[in-house]
Each structure stands twice: as C-alpha cells, then as structure tokens.
C-alpha cells in the first residue's frame, strides 16, 4: 500500500531549507504526505519532537554520539499521533464517521484523541491486560473501548468481521496508508534535525514494525529527492523475549515466519506475534546490514533505571532500546565511532499501575454484537 | 530578582524574523535568558510547546478563536521543565553540585530530571498526599524524595533551614531568577506562534503564580523590542475552592493577603496559600483589567471531559482553565469577539490514582536531619 508522490516536483516546488520556516509540527512535511487540501488538516500538535543528545551517556559508554528521539513528547503520548493525525485527515477528506482499531494500547488512545477533535465516533478494540490507564484514555477522549480475549490480531480479527455490518473504517496498522505515512515523518525529522545526515544506528523497539517501515519509505524519498547521500543506517529491531518473531526469522535465514505461540511477554507495544508486515522489516534488516534483538524484563527495568539516571523517562518499549544498545556494544557490533539514535516511543506514566476502568470484555464480533445489542 | 538585560542591543542583533531559524525549543530566545554561554545550556527538549486551535469548542461555545497551549508536552510532562532547564543551567555555570525544591508535585519531578541530565545531587521535598504517580517520577530520576507532613511552604522552610549546612542551593518559586526567566518563555512563544499578536484573555492556572509573572515580563520585553504592540492581554487567575487567597486579596480591593487556613483542595499544583509573590500577581491582574476566579473540584471534572471531547487530556489545572472561561462567559466577562489561550500546564496522566511509592515522611528540618544522619 504504498503511496507514490511526484517527488521531481516536490524538488523542484521545495527547496530542502525552505523547510526551516515550516511549522514545529510533522506537516512541515505536507508535501510527502497524502492530503489533498492542508486546510483539512487534524492537528494536535504532533511530530517535529526533540531529538535529544546524551552527552553524560556518551562519557559513561564511551560511544560517539548518542540521542534519544522523544516520542513520548507528541500528544496522547506515543508516536502514534503521527499516523492519527494522518489517517483521520484523510478519513475526515473522505467523509469518513466511524473508525475502529485494534491495538496494544497506545494506537487505540491517539485513534480515540484525535477521532474527538475531528467530531468522528471511534470504536477501540484492547488486549485484556492492557495498562489500566491507557484504557482511562480511551474513555476520557469518548471512544467506544472493548477488552478483547485473545491479542491484538484476535482484536483485528473483529473488526474485519464487523466492519461492514458497522460501517467501520477499519485503521488498525496497515489497514489504510495513512498510519504509515505519518509515520514516515519520524525519519523526515531525524534527517532534518540532524542535518541531513543519517545515523550510524536505529534502535527502534519493534512490534507491528510500522515505524521502521515507515522511516525506511522516508530515507528511500529522501535520497530520490537529492536531500540526503550516502548509506542507511543500519536498523535494529528491539523485541521483547516470548515475542520475537524477527529475532527468530532473521536466526533461521529464510522467510519471515509469524510467532505461533506467544509465551508469556509484558502487555506492551512489542507484543506482536504476527505483524502484519514481518516480510519487509525482515527486508529492511537485511538490506541495511541491522539486525533484531530481544531483551529481557530485566533488561528492560535495567534500561528504565539507566535512562532516568540521564534525565529520561522511558517506557518499556523505549527502555529496550537501551537494552538492545548495551548488548549490542558489549557483542561489538555497535563500535565506539558509531552515532546512535534512540527511539523512546511512548511515555513511561502509561505502563505504571493503575486500577483497569471496567470496560465489556469479548470474544469476537459475534459476541460484542450480542452484547452490544448491534 | 528582575533579570535586565540590554534590549537595544538584542533588538540591533536580532531581528524578529530571525527567530523563525532557530531551533524549536524555548533556547530559540537565548539572548532573552540570562546564560552566559550557550554552549552551557541543559536542555532535554523543553518549551517551544504546540498551541492548538479548538475549532470544535470555538463553534460549540460560539467563540471568536480559542487555543490550548499544551505545556504537558513538554519533558516531564509540565511547564516547570522550562524553570528548570533555565535555573540548572546557570547553577551548573556556577560549579553547583546540590539542588533543592519545595513543590506540589511537578516542580520536584523537573528539578529531578534535569540534575540528572546534569549530574547533580537533587532533593526534592513534598507534600505528604502529592501524587503517588509524581513521587515514583522523582525517584526514577534518582532525587533524594521526602515527602513533608505540611503543605509547600513547610516544605520550603525546611530547605532555608537547612541549605547552608547541607550545601544546598535553593531552586523553590522566587528563590534564584532562573526558573522566573525560564517560564517567561511561554509568554514569548505564545507571542510568536500568533504572529506577534497577543490574544484577549490568557487563562492561567495559579498556584505559586510564576507562570504568570513570566508571561508578564516577557511581553513587557517585547513591548520594549519593538516586537509586539497594543494591549496586553487580561490575566484571568484560576484558583482552587479552598486555596483561592488571589480571588480573596482581589474582591477585598486591597494589598494580597496570603490564606491563613487552606481549606481541602485538592493535592495539585493549585494549592499555593502563601504564594510568595501574591502581590506582583494581584498588580498585574489590575494592571491588564484580568479577574481571578475560584473554581470547584466538579468544574474541574466538568473540564477534564469537555476537553477530552476536543481531543485534548488536561491535568486538573488545566481543566480548571476550562471552567474558568465557561464560568466567564457565562457571566459575559468573556464575550463572543473574544481571542482566548487556556493553558494546559502539565500532563492528565501525572494524577491517576496510583499506589504511592515508600519514601521518608519528615516535620522539618530537624526531623530530617536526624531520619537521614546528616
């Protein structure tokens, strides 16, 4: 699903440092996104986050450079804001009134936000043990939320069940190109604020992997405009141990092949035991020299704690990619003239505990019809 | 503590327009900050906030043009990040190695992280019922955490009791001009994202008030620069039922008077009794034709879901700005011609209910000083 954009003409209408005067936000870049009209832009407020540099890190660790991409700094607190923002201004463009989406938890809390501002009923679709207060979230903005029995895939199994019954547009990742467009704007701005240059390394936590997908489609655009040379960097995929199908993919040399049994990992945005695209982030690793890992709990706790002590609130998911650095370090793969970037891509508060609000629990579409009365 | 600095010279080097160039956090006005030496500067990627434009609210309350300017996005999830990058700098260009702070909540989770960043010692001091969710914050940026069996002005004796003994230096509200200076960025940026204009009303949040006072000193700045002209806008100070002595000192028509008894308010950053600048607050309100208004606990409930219903999540305080313009408009103190900015000054997330981490509860210095063995 991917979109196709006259870039000869983007180069030609949009001289790289005119974008110097643009807006602090990701439509900075609305020329290398899909909308028609920016006047029908959703916005929240998102992207054009900081990239911070970890000059302490970079002593202890003895490692050239170091940043960390503060996703936890968009509104609704993840990296899921880009592909919100994105997806509903081109939903809205289209007419569209009622999204759904199946999610880990942070996409269901950015749909719900940003379907609000646009006056669109959404309907969210969560893993049973889904962090209590990314669920408040979902409640707070006004969006219809679900408990599912079963994961994320089971969630999207529903809505495509129910999508035509319903009239649901159907946003869960990949599902629509808006989501991965936004996205793409995550590697626009590393570019940018880095100069147009590129890093050495991207560690970037992993789980339906759009992100990835998403910078490498930016890079590909970028070189073809003439904005940035050179190679890519090479991408690491962070995943968490009991779910780590790339991990197991890349090992067995072949195909990608999609985890049968989940056993037993933490209720966050890398428990994705069949993402939708593993195919071209297997492709991706490959073709930019990268490589994928999994982390433990322990390592993870050990990245959060590592993190703070720099001044950085992490999540679990950002916290891996500390993890995966250190590992990645003591094997000498990352070597001390490497400059590495960070993705921390959701706020460290929405995992603390925090009582679940009661919301109905399902099995499938046949059972939230029924208990719905739809 | 007014910090002055040589306006003719910084409007000679610096156009306005040049602004647009710079880099998208709150050190974009570095000549209006009082460092030495940018190369100093302890930044993790605060101010430069998004203020969003509530299309939505605007028709739904038939309002001319309403913005939320969204503080929580900020590292640390609140405007206090912007005192502190300001006041860590400086303190670190003197070679300071100890920091200190009395807070409700936010203010103490700042300091934490940027003395980290910067590899000093901090101790922060709080309220026994401050949220348990800010509490885990402080320690998971490694600060010295005590909470006070008092409100924040307990807090802040114990700290002048103690700083010479134990080397602290003393980052509490009016303390040091850092933290003043820093929050004077909001006012700065607000004026630049509209164009060099200002809006009609600003309704702020009012505890210790120095968001105010920032703002004020920035446009009085800028009226000097040349930058902006016209009117200042009408500060609208919103308190707490309870804890309101600004709306008090200002109905009785004389000098501020601090509140000798706080009546159960709630643990936010609201509850200041004895704000130590309460009469630069209450000037300013008189100055700009503003008002001060005392909002309820279910206002503030009321708040938090209509702006969950635009897509944005508020804190208690910034809920609270909400109520106060409804209440305002209510009464035609704000009428339909109206440009109004509502400040969102830390983030939803920071007071869910969360079981509050085991840290020291201590009376004063003294008590202190002997559960540590200092």
Known sequence: MRVEYDLERVAALLPRDELRYRESTMWRYAELLPVADPRHILSLGEGWTPLV?????????????????????????????????????????????????????????????????????????????????????????????????????????????????????????????????????????????????????????????????????????LRELGWIEGELPRFVCVQEEGCDPLVRSL?????????????????????????????????????????????????????QRALGRQGISSSPEGAATWAAMTRLMDEGWIGRQDEVVLFNTSHAMKYVEHPAPRVPVVKDYADWRRLMRK
């Open 251 to 303: 090992a067995s040399g072949g195909q990608f092949r999609p985890l049968q049994e989940e056993a037993g990992s933490s209720p966050t945005g890398l428990r994705v035991p069949h993402p939708p695209d593993g195919e071209a982030l297997l492709a991706i690793i490959r073709e930019t020299s990268g490589t994928a890992v999994a982390v433990s709990r322990e390592e993870i706790r050990e990245g």
């Open 53 to 221: 540099r970890l000059y302490g890190a970079e002593r202890m660790m003895k490692l050239r450079k170091l940043w960390v991409k503060r996703e936890e700094q968009n509104p609704t607190g993840s990296f899921k804001a880009r592909g919100f923002s994105c997806a509903l201004t081109i939903a809205r463009e289209a007419g569209i009134r009622k999204v759904a989406v199946n999610s880990n938890g942070n996409a269901g809390s950015a749909l719900a936000a940003y379907a609000a501002h646009a006056g669109m009923e959404a309907y969210v679709f969560l893993p049973q043990d889904c962090p209590g207060l990314i669920v408040r979230e979902c409640l707070d903005y006004g969006a219809h939320t679900c408990l599912i029995d079963g994961l994320i895939h089971n969630a999207g199994q529903l809505i495509a069940e129910g999508k035509e019954e319903q009239g649901w547009h159907h946003v869960g990742t990949l599902r629509e190109h808006g989501r991965a467009e936004g996205k793409k704007t995550m590697g626009l701005e590393l570019a940018e604020q880095l100069g147009w240059r590129l890093p050495d390394v991207i560690i970037y936590p992993t789980g339906g992997g759009s992100g990835i997908i998403g910078m490498w489609n930016a890079f590909t655009q």
